[in-house]
């Protein structure tokens, strides 16, 4: 059985009802995960695929990649720890073999995932995108 993560989604846009609250909670999460790059300015933030908005919040499932067992056990701490609230303890899931994840809802209800897949190849860490023109 094959799995394709790669560039599926080309982003994912949720509103919040408190900008600081939710780009607190994100940052720490992001950095217990090791991904780095969340952009703040003033109205909203980003982090790669991620926009966070001010707004009615929105309702979705996210559901970053985690390098191992221990940093979806981490992750799950984080989040508890800045604001969010447990949706599933770390554990693993019977998805497919390997898949191991912890769900935390953040601060407007979002559904927020840490998974590891278990063993994987990967055919690239990453996609660049640069624009033309």
Excluded: W
């Excluded at 929105?58 to 985690?66: G, I, K």
């Excluded at 599933?88 to 209800?109: E, M, T």
């Excluded at 998974?115 to 624009?131: F, L």
């Amino acid at each position: 059985m094959k799995y394709k993560r790669g560039r599926l989604i080309d982003h994912v846009h949720i509103t919040v009802a408190d900008l600081d609250r939710s780009r607190a909670f994100y940052a720490a999460v992001f950095d217990c995960l090791g991904i780095d790059g969340l952009q703040a300015e003033e109205h909203f933030f980003y982090c790669d695929e991620l926009f966070v908005s001010r707004g009615e919040p929105s309702r979705v499932h996210l559901a970053f990649q985690a390098e191992s067992r221990e940093m979806v056990d981490r992750f799950h701490a984080v989040a508890l720890a800045h604001g969010g609230t447990d949706n599933g303890a770390p554990g693993a899931r019977d998805y497919h073999p390997g898949y191991y994840g912890a769900f935390v809802l953040d601060p407007d209800g979002h559904n927020i995932e840490a998974v590891h897949h278990g063993p994987v190849r990967r055919s690239a860490e990453a996609v660049v995108v640069t624009p033309e023109g």
